[in-house]
């Protein structure tokens, strides 16, 4: 993006600033109209800024809030997968060989597509750890119930999903509307999709292939 | 990064390409001149380009270049994880008792840090459902072997890592030096560490907030 020349000047200021175009200069032995050009490019970037009787200053690195707004702007909408959903009446061990047969790490529980709970590999992993009958066992009795959960809307962005995703330590969240409040005034989640880490390193790989933007 | 008429001046070339200068400045009510420094910056960066008698190109989006600049600069030794390691001899039950110790999804199966092979939850909820006693059975005996393992070397970037777990549809790969062949011409792996869907998840954030650069 920059020249060669532009990233020395650049170097020069950051090592030095303040630092006047006459310095400047003088370490690239050109004269100072050979550099205005240069100087006048790296400021209308916001690298560097000119102040009166001083020189040059080092402003920071625009580059970083570039690669922000890049990933700010992808939604949860632009990069969601479709859910696993089992009935609330569902077996434990159906629920496992649910996620088996769709290759997935969470499996979401439900009826019409309102969302009642989730269970993912570390729980069903936890239970049959347990000596239960999985095959006795309802899925029901082993899911986060939905009032627990973490869930992500649409339109919100997919750098949000990924901090919960972390912060809440799970591998996957209900991408849900919310719908109005049912008669015991509790907030129903219909669900519309799932996001996990495997999305957002599939992103990170998109982004870092220029596929993004 | 660009002034409000520096974007309407790239809309305009991105929508009108060819387009003169003289139909630009008409289309903003300024004279030619006036958009002379305008014109100059786009052209410096790469955005857009003059060419004799045609006018000005639009030349694609050197954002996404950008994000791709910065994202492949990362390596896998700057986001790695400590990798857990157990023994040849564990059992199956001990190797999931470490995973939930440790809380990871992923466990390595080694030797004074020779790396002998890899066991997921995903291996062990699998390992669990065939009615198998755990606790009887040797950590050896689910792993998926070092001879058949995927993994990455601390210097290769954490871009080729995403792209081999999305690729291998894993959760985690282990980081190792590759050391001389054995006396049977294998390669030994040595482990340095792991990498996983959440240390990349981790980056998306981290770039996301512009704390990578």
Not at 68 to 84: D, K
Not at 128 to 154: C, F, H, Q, W
């Amino acid at each position: 993006m920059l020249s060669e020349r532009q990233e020395t000047i650049l170097n020069i200021v950051k090592e030095q600033s303040p630092i006047t175009g006459q310095h400047i200069a003088a370490q690239l032995h050109v004269t100072r109209a050979a550099l205005r050009s240069d100087l006048a490019i790296l400021t209308m970037l916001g690298l560097i800024d000119a102040r009166p009787k001083l020189g040059y200053f080092f402003t920071g690195n625009k580059e970083k809030d570039l690669l922000a707004r890049i990933i700010t702007n992808i939604r949860v909408e632009s990069c969601l997968s479709q859910p696993v959903i089992v009935g609330e009446h569902t077996s434990a061990y159906d629920a496992v060989i649910a996620m088996f047969t769709e290759d997935v790490g969470t499996v979401f529980v439900g009826t019409d597509n309102i969302l009642a709970g989730v269970v993912s590999r570390k729980d069903l992993l936890k239970t049959a750890l347990g000596n239960n009958d999985l095959k006795a066992l309802p899925v029901r009795m082993v899911m986060t119930p939905s009032s627990k959960l973490i869930y992500v809307e649409p339109q919100e962005q997919a750098l949000v999903a990924a901090q919960r995703l972390m912060e809440y330590e799970v591998d996957c969240l209900p991408v849900v509307h919310v719908l109005d409040r049912d008669e015991e005034d509790r907030k129903e989640l219909q669900i519309v999709g799932r996001i996990s880490k495997t999305n957002i390193t599939r992103l990170f790989v998109e982004c870092g292939l220029g596929r993004r933007s």
